[in-house]
Protein backbone atom coordinates (compact mmCIF):
# COMPACT_ATOMS: atom_id res chain seq x y z
CA UNK A 1 0.00 0.00 0.00
CA UNK A 2 1.45 3.33 -0.95
CA UNK A 3 0.61 6.82 -1.15
CA UNK A 4 1.21 9.83 1.33
CA UNK A 5 -2.84 9.93 2.71
CA UNK A 6 -4.59 6.88 1.68
CA UNK A 7 -7.53 6.52 3.71
CA UNK A 8 -8.40 2.80 5.53
CA UNK A 9 -11.41 2.92 2.93
CA UNK A 10 -9.44 3.09 -0.27
CA UNK A 11 -6.68 0.31 0.69
CA UNK A 12 -8.37 -2.96 -0.33
CA UNK A 13 -8.96 -3.77 3.61
CA UNK A 14 -12.25 -4.11 4.55
CA UNK A 15 -12.82 -2.05 7.99
CA UNK A 16 -16.48 -0.83 8.03
CA UNK A 17 -16.73 2.13 9.22
CA UNK A 18 -17.95 3.09 12.97
CA UNK A 19 -20.75 5.39 12.79
CA UNK A 20 -22.68 7.80 10.72
CA UNK A 21 -20.28 10.69 10.99
CA UNK A 22 -17.62 8.65 10.08
CA UNK A 23 -16.06 10.43 7.70
CA UNK A 24 -14.11 12.36 11.09
CA UNK A 25 -12.98 8.86 11.85
CA UNK A 26 -11.90 7.34 8.31
CA UNK A 27 -8.31 7.66 9.54
CA UNK A 28 -6.15 8.00 6.88
CA UNK A 29 -2.66 5.38 6.42
CA UNK A 30 0.23 7.39 6.06
CA UNK A 31 2.81 5.09 4.86
CA UNK A 32 5.52 7.32 2.52
CA UNK A 33 5.39 9.45 5.72
CA UNK A 34 6.16 6.47 7.85
CA UNK A 35 8.68 5.43 5.22
CA UNK A 36 10.41 9.21 5.69
CA UNK A 37 10.92 8.87 9.32
CA UNK A 38 12.24 5.25 9.02
CA UNK A 39 14.74 5.94 6.52
CA UNK A 40 16.20 9.13 9.01
CA UNK A 41 16.07 6.81 11.41
CA UNK A 42 18.26 3.84 9.32
CA UNK A 43 20.84 6.71 8.24
CA UNK A 44 20.80 7.45 12.33
CA UNK A 45 21.63 3.76 13.47
CA UNK A 46 24.52 3.98 11.03
CA UNK A 47 25.90 6.44 12.64
CA UNK A 48 24.93 6.00 16.50
CA UNK A 49 26.12 2.82 17.82
CA UNK A 50 24.33 3.10 21.44
CA UNK A 51 20.74 3.75 19.39
CA UNK A 52 21.78 0.83 17.03
CA UNK A 53 22.18 -1.55 20.33
CA UNK A 54 19.25 -0.11 21.94
CA UNK A 55 17.13 -0.93 19.09
CA UNK A 56 18.81 -4.73 19.09
CA UNK A 57 17.75 -4.71 22.40
CA UNK A 58 14.30 -3.55 22.32
CA UNK A 59 13.36 -6.07 19.72
CA UNK A 60 14.88 -9.12 21.53
CA UNK A 61 14.10 -8.08 24.94
CA UNK A 62 10.53 -6.87 24.91
CA UNK A 63 9.77 -7.67 21.32
CA UNK A 64 9.08 -3.81 20.71
CA UNK A 65 10.15 -1.84 17.67
CA UNK A 66 12.37 1.70 18.85
CA UNK A 67 10.31 3.35 16.28
CA UNK A 68 7.14 3.15 18.96
CA UNK A 69 9.30 4.65 21.49
CA UNK A 70 10.18 7.93 19.41
CA UNK A 71 8.74 11.03 20.79
CA UNK A 72 10.13 13.15 18.13
CA UNK A 73 13.21 13.93 15.31
CA UNK A 74 14.99 16.94 15.18
CA UNK A 75 15.41 17.89 11.59
CA UNK A 76 17.38 20.76 9.36
CA UNK A 77 14.82 23.07 7.39
CA UNK A 78 15.70 21.77 4.33
CA UNK A 79 13.55 18.43 5.15
CA UNK A 80 10.28 20.82 5.21
CA UNK A 81 9.63 20.04 1.75
CA UNK A 82 9.94 16.18 2.10
CA UNK A 83 8.11 16.03 5.03
CA UNK A 84 4.93 18.33 3.96
CA UNK A 85 4.73 16.48 0.41
CA UNK A 86 4.09 13.11 2.68
CA UNK A 87 1.38 14.94 4.24
CA UNK A 88 3.27 16.30 7.64
CA UNK A 89 1.66 20.07 8.76
CA UNK A 90 2.84 22.90 10.92
CA UNK A 91 1.46 22.74 14.38
CA UNK A 92 1.15 26.20 15.95
CA UNK A 93 1.28 27.65 19.47
CA UNK A 94 3.66 24.48 20.41
CA UNK A 95 6.52 26.30 22.91
CA UNK A 96 9.50 25.67 21.88
CA UNK A 97 12.52 26.79 23.24
CA UNK A 98 14.86 27.73 19.46
CA UNK A 99 11.55 29.27 17.47
CA UNK A 100 11.97 25.72 16.18
CA UNK A 101 8.49 24.93 13.91
CA UNK A 102 7.06 21.86 14.41
CA UNK A 103 5.64 18.97 12.32
CA UNK A 104 2.87 16.46 12.88
CA UNK A 105 0.90 14.19 10.62
CA UNK A 106 -2.91 15.01 11.23
CA UNK A 107 -4.78 11.90 12.56
CA UNK A 108 -2.00 9.78 12.62
CA UNK A 109 0.45 8.09 15.57
CA UNK A 110 3.30 8.89 14.10
CA UNK A 111 6.13 11.37 15.85
CA UNK A 112 6.65 14.73 15.60
CA UNK A 113 9.15 16.58 13.72
CA UNK A 114 11.08 19.61 15.21
CA UNK A 115 13.12 22.00 12.37
CA UNK A 116 15.96 23.64 13.63
CA UNK A 117 17.90 26.62 11.93
CA UNK A 118 21.42 25.65 13.07
CA UNK A 119 23.13 26.02 10.04
CA UNK A 120 25.15 23.02 8.38
CA UNK A 121 26.33 21.58 11.82
CA UNK A 122 23.02 20.76 12.47
CA UNK A 123 23.01 16.88 13.83
CA UNK A 124 20.17 14.67 13.51
CA UNK A 125 18.44 14.01 17.03
CA UNK A 126 16.18 11.37 18.18
CA UNK A 127 13.95 11.55 20.87
CA UNK A 128 12.77 8.60 23.02
CA UNK A 129 10.27 8.80 25.79
CA UNK A 130 10.50 6.10 28.39
CA UNK A 131 7.79 6.67 31.03
CA UNK A 132 9.80 7.47 33.38
CA UNK A 133 13.08 9.50 32.44
CA UNK A 134 15.11 8.23 35.76
CA UNK A 135 14.14 4.87 35.33
CA UNK A 136 15.65 4.76 31.85
CA UNK A 137 18.93 6.40 33.01
CA UNK A 138 19.71 3.72 35.70
CA UNK A 139 18.54 0.80 33.95
CA UNK A 140 21.09 2.16 30.96
CA UNK A 141 23.37 2.58 33.63
CA UNK A 142 24.10 6.13 31.91
CA UNK A 143 26.03 9.43 33.56
CA UNK A 144 23.84 11.63 32.88
CA UNK A 145 21.50 14.01 34.59
CA UNK A 146 17.92 15.00 33.76
CA UNK A 147 17.50 18.64 32.97
CA UNK A 148 14.20 19.53 34.51
CA UNK A 149 13.07 19.27 37.85
CA UNK A 150 11.60 16.07 39.21
CA UNK A 151 7.41 15.63 38.16
CA UNK A 152 8.17 19.12 36.19
CA UNK A 153 6.27 19.21 32.52
CA UNK A 154 9.13 18.21 30.53
CA UNK A 155 12.46 16.67 31.32
CA UNK A 156 15.70 15.35 28.64
CA UNK A 157 18.60 13.80 29.09
CA UNK A 158 21.49 13.34 26.55
CA UNK A 159 21.90 9.55 26.19
CA UNK A 160 24.54 9.48 23.63
CA UNK A 161 26.23 11.86 21.23
CA UNK A 162 27.73 9.75 17.62
CA UNK A 163 29.26 11.16 14.54
CA UNK A 164 26.54 14.21 14.37
CA UNK A 165 23.89 12.26 15.39
CA UNK A 166 22.03 12.89 19.16
CA UNK A 167 19.94 10.40 20.83
CA UNK A 168 17.87 11.96 23.79
CA UNK A 169 15.59 10.36 26.30
CA UNK A 170 12.37 12.60 27.28
CA UNK A 171 9.92 12.32 30.09
CA UNK A 172 6.34 14.47 29.72
CA UNK A 173 3.92 14.90 32.39
CA UNK A 174 0.68 16.42 30.04
CA UNK A 175 2.51 18.48 28.66
CA UNK A 176 2.48 19.27 24.67
CA UNK A 177 5.47 21.25 24.10
CA UNK A 178 9.43 21.13 24.23
CA UNK A 179 10.67 23.68 26.91
CA UNK A 180 11.30 22.73 30.58
CA UNK A 181 9.91 24.53 33.18
CA UNK A 182 10.48 25.11 37.17
CA UNK A 183 7.77 23.83 39.12
CA UNK A 184 6.30 26.98 41.24
CA UNK A 185 5.97 27.30 44.88
CA UNK A 186 4.03 24.00 46.10
CA UNK A 187 3.35 22.48 43.21
CA UNK A 188 5.65 19.41 43.83
CA UNK A 189 3.50 18.70 47.14
CA UNK A 190 0.29 19.47 45.05
CA UNK A 191 1.48 16.52 42.77
CA UNK A 192 1.97 14.15 44.89
CA UNK A 193 -0.93 14.59 47.12
CA UNK A 194 -2.40 13.91 43.73
CA UNK A 195 -0.88 10.67 42.58
CA UNK A 196 -1.74 9.63 46.32
CA UNK A 197 -5.68 10.42 46.32
CA UNK A 198 -5.52 8.49 42.87
CA UNK A 199 -3.85 5.56 44.54
CA UNK A 200 -5.90 5.40 47.36
CA UNK A 201 -8.61 6.04 45.63
CA UNK A 202 -11.89 3.24 47.11
CA UNK A 203 -12.79 0.74 44.51
CA UNK A 204 -15.36 -1.50 46.50
CA UNK A 205 -18.65 -0.49 47.47
CA UNK A 206 -21.80 -1.83 48.32
CA UNK A 207 -23.66 0.64 45.53
CA UNK A 208 -21.49 1.15 42.74
CA UNK A 209 -23.52 4.98 42.35
CA UNK A 210 -21.42 5.81 45.71
CA UNK A 211 -18.08 4.61 43.90
CA UNK A 212 -19.00 6.94 41.22
CA UNK A 213 -20.33 9.79 42.77
CA UNK A 214 -17.21 9.41 45.37
CA UNK A 215 -14.98 9.21 42.42
CA UNK A 216 -15.82 12.26 40.99
CA UNK A 217 -16.16 14.53 44.35
CA UNK A 218 -11.99 12.67 44.07
CA UNK A 219 -11.52 14.03 40.51
CA UNK A 220 -12.80 17.66 41.55
CA UNK A 221 -10.36 17.71 44.55
CA UNK A 222 -7.15 16.39 41.69
CA UNK A 223 -8.61 18.99 39.38
CA UNK A 224 -7.44 21.74 41.92
CA UNK A 225 -4.35 20.59 43.09
CA UNK A 226 -3.22 20.03 39.30
CA UNK A 227 -5.11 20.75 36.53
CA UNK A 228 -6.99 18.80 34.15
CA UNK A 229 -4.65 17.15 31.30
CA UNK A 230 -1.98 16.31 34.68
CA UNK A 231 -4.97 14.96 36.89
CA UNK A 232 -5.63 12.18 33.65
CA UNK A 233 -1.86 11.83 33.11
CA UNK A 234 -1.77 10.73 36.95
CA UNK A 235 -4.84 8.79 36.66
CA UNK A 236 -4.20 6.67 34.15
CA UNK A 237 -0.71 5.52 35.91
CA UNK A 238 -2.60 4.16 38.78
CA UNK A 239 -5.07 2.06 36.67
CA UNK A 240 -1.91 0.69 34.10
CA UNK A 241 -0.69 -0.20 37.81
CA UNK A 242 -3.93 -1.84 39.65
CA UNK A 243 -4.76 -3.83 36.15
CA UNK A 244 -1.34 -5.07 35.95
CA UNK A 245 -1.31 -6.03 39.76
CA UNK A 246 -4.00 -8.10 38.36
CA UNK A 247 -2.56 -9.90 35.32
CA UNK A 248 0.66 -12.26 35.45
CA UNK A 249 0.84 -11.32 31.58
CA UNK A 250 1.20 -7.37 32.08
CA UNK A 251 3.45 -8.18 34.96
CA UNK A 252 5.81 -10.72 33.05
CA UNK A 253 5.94 -8.03 30.36
CA UNK A 254 5.99 -4.80 32.52
CA UNK A 255 8.91 -6.67 33.98
CA UNK A 256 11.16 -7.20 30.63
CA UNK A 257 10.01 -3.31 29.72
CA UNK A 258 11.43 -2.07 33.14
CA UNK A 259 14.77 -3.68 32.65
CA UNK A 260 15.41 -1.38 29.78
CA UNK A 261 13.69 1.35 31.86
CA UNK A 262 10.86 2.14 29.48
CA UNK A 263 7.57 1.28 31.65
CA UNK A 264 4.22 1.47 29.58
CA UNK A 265 5.69 4.07 27.58
CA UNK A 266 4.52 2.04 24.31
CA UNK A 267 0.29 2.28 25.47
CA UNK A 268 -1.90 2.38 22.82
CA UNK A 269 -5.14 2.41 24.35
CA UNK A 270 -6.79 1.59 28.13
CA UNK A 271 -10.06 -0.58 27.83
CA UNK A 272 -13.15 -0.30 30.39
CA UNK A 273 -16.19 -2.61 30.50
CA UNK A 274 -19.14 -0.86 32.03
CA UNK A 275 -22.75 -1.88 33.11
CA UNK A 276 -25.34 -0.39 31.08
CA UNK A 277 -26.50 1.86 34.19
CA UNK A 278 -23.71 3.45 35.02
CA UNK A 279 -21.45 3.94 31.36
CA UNK A 280 -23.37 7.59 31.12
CA UNK A 281 -21.09 8.14 34.61
CA UNK A 282 -18.09 6.62 32.91
CA UNK A 283 -18.00 9.30 30.57
CA UNK A 284 -18.57 12.29 32.52
CA UNK A 285 -15.75 11.44 34.90
CA UNK A 286 -13.64 11.41 31.37
CA UNK A 287 -15.48 14.33 30.20
CA UNK A 288 -13.88 16.02 33.19
CA UNK A 289 -10.35 14.95 32.53
CA UNK A 290 -10.56 16.52 29.24
CA UNK A 291 -11.45 13.54 26.71
CA UNK A 292 -13.04 14.50 23.49
CA UNK A 293 -15.36 11.80 21.95
CA UNK A 294 -14.32 9.95 18.96
CA UNK A 295 -15.63 6.99 16.71
CA UNK A 296 -18.17 4.75 18.65
CA UNK A 297 -19.58 1.44 17.57
CA UNK A 298 -23.02 0.17 17.32
CA UNK A 299 -22.45 -3.43 17.15
CA UNK A 300 -26.06 -4.21 18.27
CA UNK A 301 -27.56 -6.83 16.36
CA UNK A 302 -23.87 -8.67 15.62
CA UNK A 303 -22.62 -8.78 19.18
CA UNK A 304 -25.04 -7.22 21.78
CA UNK A 305 -22.30 -4.26 22.10
CA UNK A 306 -21.44 -0.58 21.64
CA UNK A 307 -18.21 0.94 22.51
CA UNK A 308 -17.16 4.74 22.64
CA UNK A 309 -13.54 6.07 22.05
CA UNK A 310 -12.30 8.93 23.88
CA UNK A 311 -9.09 10.40 23.13
CA UNK A 312 -7.02 12.87 25.97
CA UNK A 313 -4.82 14.52 23.56
CA UNK A 314 -2.20 16.12 25.90
CA UNK A 315 -1.91 13.71 28.16
CA UNK A 316 -1.89 10.95 25.19
CA UNK A 317 -4.64 8.34 26.27
CA UNK A 318 -7.22 6.69 24.28
CA UNK A 319 -10.14 4.85 26.16
CA UNK A 320 -12.36 2.13 24.60
CA UNK A 321 -15.61 2.02 27.04
CA UNK A 322 -17.35 -0.73 26.30
CA UNK A 323 -21.07 -1.59 27.29
CA UNK A 324 -24.12 -3.93 26.22
CA UNK A 325 -26.64 -2.39 23.59
CA UNK A 326 -29.54 -4.14 22.36
CA UNK A 327 -30.59 -4.70 18.71
CA UNK A 328 -33.31 -1.77 19.22
CA UNK A 329 -31.08 0.44 20.34
CA UNK A 330 -28.33 0.44 17.65
CA UNK A 331 -29.40 3.85 16.11
CA UNK A 332 -29.54 5.27 19.25
CA UNK A 333 -27.15 7.94 21.14
CA UNK A 334 -26.37 5.39 23.71
CA UNK A 335 -23.89 8.22 25.23
CA UNK A 336 -26.32 10.90 26.10
CA UNK A 337 -28.90 9.36 28.57
CA UNK A 338 -28.41 5.83 31.33
CA UNK A 339 -29.41 3.22 29.70
CA UNK A 340 -32.60 1.38 30.76
CA UNK A 341 -32.34 -2.19 32.78
CA UNK A 342 -32.28 -5.10 30.63
CA UNK A 343 -33.47 -9.42 31.35
CA UNK A 344 -30.64 -10.57 29.71
CA UNK A 345 -26.56 -9.68 29.78
CA UNK A 346 -24.91 -9.46 26.91
CA UNK A 347 -20.57 -10.16 27.17
CA UNK A 348 -19.89 -6.95 28.47
CA UNK A 349 -22.98 -6.58 31.25
CA UNK A 350 -21.92 -10.30 32.04
CA UNK A 351 -17.85 -9.52 33.18
CA UNK A 352 -19.42 -6.49 35.13
CA UNK A 353 -21.88 -8.20 37.02
CA UNK A 354 -19.06 -11.12 38.26
CA UNK A 355 -16.32 -9.12 38.61
CA UNK A 356 -17.15 -5.34 38.86
CA UNK A 357 -17.31 -2.13 37.02
CA UNK A 358 -13.83 -1.55 35.29
CA UNK A 359 -13.98 1.73 36.79
CA UNK A 360 -14.15 0.37 40.08
CA UNK A 361 -13.45 -2.74 41.65
CA UNK A 362 -12.44 -5.39 38.76
CA UNK A 363 -9.98 -2.77 36.87
CA UNK A 364 -9.34 -2.34 33.05
CA UNK A 365 -10.53 -5.55 30.71
CA UNK A 366 -7.16 -4.24 29.43
CA UNK A 367 -4.27 -2.77 28.58
CA UNK A 368 -3.51 -2.59 24.56
CA UNK A 369 0.13 -1.61 23.89
CA UNK A 370 2.20 -1.54 20.48
CA UNK A 371 4.67 -4.86 19.98
CA UNK A 372 6.25 -6.36 17.06
CA UNK A 373 3.35 -8.39 16.91
CA UNK A 374 5.07 -11.91 16.47
CA UNK A 375 8.17 -11.51 18.34
CA UNK A 376 5.59 -10.46 21.31
CA UNK A 377 3.56 -14.10 20.67
CA UNK A 378 7.48 -15.98 21.25
CA UNK A 379 8.45 -14.27 24.16
CA UNK A 380 5.68 -14.09 26.41
CA UNK A 381 5.20 -18.11 25.63
CA UNK A 382 8.62 -18.62 27.01
CA UNK A 383 6.99 -17.18 30.25
CA UNK A 384 4.05 -19.17 29.96
CA UNK A 385 1.84 -16.73 28.52
CA UNK A 386 -0.10 -17.72 25.59
CA UNK A 387 -2.24 -15.80 23.06
CA UNK A 388 -5.24 -16.04 21.49
CA UNK A 389 -6.40 -16.10 18.19
CA UNK A 390 -5.58 -13.06 16.27
CA UNK A 391 -8.73 -10.32 15.72
CA UNK A 392 -7.35 -8.35 13.24
CA UNK A 393 -4.59 -9.36 10.76
CA UNK A 394 -4.09 -6.54 8.60
CA UNK A 395 -0.71 -5.42 7.32
CA UNK A 396 -1.45 -1.98 9.13
CA UNK A 397 -3.27 -3.35 11.92
CA UNK A 398 -2.77 -6.44 13.91
CA UNK A 399 -4.26 -7.52 17.36
CA UNK A 400 -4.20 -10.16 20.01
CA UNK A 401 -5.37 -10.97 23.23
CA UNK A 402 -3.15 -13.11 25.69
CA UNK A 403 -5.15 -16.11 27.42
CA UNK A 404 -7.28 -14.21 29.81
CA UNK A 405 -6.21 -13.96 33.63
CA UNK A 406 -8.86 -16.10 35.55
CA UNK A 407 -10.22 -14.37 38.57
CA UNK A 408 -12.24 -16.16 41.27
CA UNK A 409 -15.64 -14.57 41.51
CA UNK A 410 -17.40 -13.30 44.72
CA UNK A 411 -20.58 -15.85 45.85
CA UNK A 412 -22.64 -12.63 46.52
CA UNK A 413 -22.25 -11.49 42.71
CA UNK A 414 -22.72 -15.11 41.60
CA UNK A 415 -25.99 -14.81 43.96
CA UNK A 416 -26.98 -11.93 42.84
CA UNK A 417 -27.02 -12.54 39.02
CA UNK A 418 -28.96 -15.74 39.91
CA UNK A 419 -31.33 -14.47 41.80
CA UNK A 420 -32.19 -11.93 39.05
CA UNK A 421 -32.59 -14.81 36.33
CA UNK A 422 -29.39 -13.58 34.55
CA UNK A 423 -27.29 -16.72 34.69
CA UNK A 424 -28.29 -20.44 35.39
CA UNK A 425 -28.12 -23.11 37.75
CA UNK A 426 -25.21 -24.83 35.92
CA UNK A 427 -23.47 -21.33 35.67
CA UNK A 428 -23.73 -20.54 38.84
CA UNK A 429 -22.38 -23.28 40.25
CA UNK A 430 -19.53 -23.63 37.39
CA UNK A 431 -18.89 -19.32 38.24
CA UNK A 432 -18.51 -20.16 42.25
CA UNK A 433 -16.51 -23.09 41.58
CA UNK A 434 -13.75 -22.38 38.62
CA UNK A 435 -14.33 -18.50 38.65
CA UNK A 436 -14.09 -16.38 35.34
CA UNK A 437 -11.79 -14.60 32.68
CA UNK A 438 -11.12 -11.30 33.77
CA UNK A 439 -8.38 -9.71 32.11
CA UNK A 440 -6.37 -9.61 29.49
CA UNK A 441 -2.84 -7.81 28.13
CA UNK A 442 -3.48 -6.95 24.04
CA UNK A 443 -0.78 -7.36 21.53
CA UNK A 444 -0.95 -4.89 19.15
CA UNK A 445 1.31 -3.44 16.08
CA UNK A 446 0.06 -0.54 13.56
CA UNK A 447 1.81 0.45 10.25
CA UNK A 448 1.31 3.74 8.36
CA UNK A 449 0.24 5.64 11.34
CA UNK A 450 -3.02 4.10 11.45
CA UNK A 451 -4.98 5.61 14.26
CA UNK A 452 -8.18 3.63 14.14
CA UNK A 453 -9.64 0.04 14.85
CA UNK A 454 -11.75 -2.54 13.22
CA UNK A 455 -15.20 -3.06 14.75
CA UNK A 456 -15.97 -6.13 12.81
CA UNK A 457 -13.20 -8.15 14.42
CA UNK A 458 -13.32 -6.31 17.79
CA UNK A 459 -17.14 -7.72 17.87
CA UNK A 460 -15.78 -11.25 17.26
CA UNK A 461 -13.20 -11.03 20.05
CA UNK A 462 -15.74 -9.62 22.43
CA UNK A 463 -17.97 -12.50 21.98
CA UNK A 464 -15.15 -14.97 22.26
CA UNK A 465 -14.10 -13.73 25.88
CA UNK A 466 -17.89 -14.22 26.94
CA UNK A 467 -17.81 -16.55 30.23
CA UNK A 468 -20.94 -18.30 28.86
CA UNK A 469 -19.17 -19.46 26.09
CA UNK A 470 -15.77 -19.99 27.49
CA UNK A 471 -17.65 -22.86 30.33
CA UNK A 472 -19.20 -24.88 27.12
CA UNK A 473 -16.19 -24.89 25.25
CA UNK A 474 -14.63 -26.50 28.60
CA UNK A 475 -18.03 -28.54 28.77
CA UNK A 476 -17.24 -29.77 25.53
Not at 41 to 56: C, G, I, M, V, W
Not at 177 to 201: D, H, M, Y
Request: net charge negative; with cysteine.
Amino acid sequence: MTGKHQSVANSGAALPKATSDSGRFDWPLANEAESLLRRHLDYFFEHNSFARALARRLREETATDFFEWVDHLVLAPSQKTALEAVGFRRQTNIETEQSEEVYDHPRTTLPRVLLREAGAASPLEVALRPESLADFIARQNLQCEPEGEPWSRYRRATISEEHHTKLLAIERNAYAGFVPATLQTGELSRILKAKELWATRPRHFAQDADGFKVASQLCDRVLGLVGRDLACHLFFETERAYWESRNRAARSQKYRQDQLGLGWGNHDHHTFRCSREHFVKLLEFLDKLGFTRREHYYAGTEAGWGAQILEQAIARIVVFADVDLLPEEKGIDFTAAPLPPVSHLGTVGLWVGLHGESFLEAGMHHLEARFDFTLLEEQLKRDGVSMMKPFSDFEFLRQAFTEGERWPVRSERIERLFSARLITREQFDRFLAEGAIGSHLENLQRHGGFKGFNQKSVSAIIAATDPRKQLANKSN
